[in-house]
């Protein structure tokens, strides 16, 4: 019997979103930062680690969607590291990763519980918030610049030495790659796949559960990092069997996007619970096996029905993950329609 047809995602997903050309092979080439540094048309994205500076102005209705707080090569201050991000028709981008505290002194840090009001504005209208909290509240352009300086900037924070030799390594490839002159070895930034999943029971109810480091009321799908040699549809049934107990039988692959906190690639998939001995899937509710959490990981794991996931968001019981996240997209895509983010 063929199995359920997967749910589709909406597209596109918050960080997959972008609108300049990379310049792949253009940034490659020896004085292209350079030049690019030298042109005051060139716009200068500021990060730290998960961090970006933002403008969030006033608008008819109060306070406008965020944006990049974009500045000219001239701005730069202090101790940094500078990575080609690539052009469109207005000119090139690039990314500044240095300290945003020393860089704006007098711009606040916008809580992880929303985006900035206008008493969080410093002067000027500049605020530094997480990619993580306003990735979805960018337009594309602004999203796809600051996903790749974040990617950037996080993987040079950790691979700042040759792991042959332990010298110390520079830039090259506008940023993309660094290089050991004591050896000659070239690093290249890392992404590390990990899977995330919708786990189905077939009788039309989603598994959601609580990982030991979030807060009490959030609830999400499962996700786990693929180990070497690994397959990703062997990692979603090996990551469910360990977390909460549960054989998973068919795996669907169902999108993609990248997490840069730290190095994340985020492979989603839907996935059903096995059926019983002889048939391909559960089709009566009677034999659904409950989870079991694990109690290292996983603390909290439930099955929920479309009507029992809309009482317990409506009285606060549940709280889904961010707006940023394929994680939401996923419950989303099972759900049928937009659901309040956590």
């Known amino acids: ?42 716009r200068v994205l500021l990060v730290d680690g998960a961090r970006v500076a933002i403008l969030r102005e006033p608008d008819g209705d109060g306070v406008g969607a965020p944006r990049l707080a974009l500045v000219g090569p001239a701005a730069r201050r ?7 991000l690539g052009r469109d028709d207005a000119g090139a981008y690039v990314a500044w990763s240095c300290d945003l505290d020393e860089a704006l002194p007098d711009a ?13 504005r410093a002067p000027g209208g500049v605020t530094i918030a997480s990619l993580r909290d306003v990735g979805h509240l960018l337009d ?65 109810r989603i ?40 054989e998973i039988g068919r795996v669907a692959y169902a999108g993609a996007q990248p997490w840069p906190f730290p190095a994340s690639l985020m492979l989603g998939f839907h996935a059903w619970v096995a059926g019983p001995p002889g048939d391909e899937r559960v089709v009566d509710r009677a034999d659904v096996p409950d989870p079991a959490p694990d109690g290292i990981e996983i603390t909290h794991a439930d099955w929920f029905t ?14 889904l993950p961010m707006r940023t996240s394929i994680a939401l997209a996923l419950v989303e895509s099972w759900y049928g329609r937009e659901l309040p983010a956590g």
């Open 140 to 204: 594309d352009r602004d999203t796809g610049l600051a996903t790749a300086a974040v990617a950037l900037s996080q993987w040079r924070r950790t691979h700042r030495h040759c792991p042959r030799c332990g010298a110390r390594t520079r830039l090259v490839e506008g940023g993309w790659a660094a290089r050991c002159d004591v050896d000659g070895h070239v690093v290249y930034p890392r992404t590390d796949p990990a899977v995330i999943m919708a786990v189905h029971d077939g009788t039309g």
């Open 207 to 246: 598994l959601l559960a609580r990982s030991v480091a979030w807060p009490e009321r959030r609830r999400s799908v499962l996700a786990g990092f693929v180990e070497a040699g690994e397959a990703p549809e062997a990692a979603v049934r090996r990551e469910v069997a360990e977390e909460v107990g549960l």
């Open 1 to 42: 019997m063929p199995g359920p047809r997967p749910p589709a995602l909406p597209e596109p997903l918050a960080l997959n979103r972008a609108s300049i050309d990379r310049a792949g092979i253009e940034r490659t080439a020896p004085g292209t930062l350079e030049a690019a540094l030298a042109d005051p048309a060139t």
């Open 78 to 84: 202090g101790e940094g590291e500078t990575f080609y």
């Open 108 to 120: 606040p840090t916008v809580s992880p519980a929303g985006p900035p009001g206008t008493r969080d």
């Open 306 to 319: 479309r009507e029992e996931l809309a009482a317990e968001l409506a009285d606060g019981s549940v709280r």
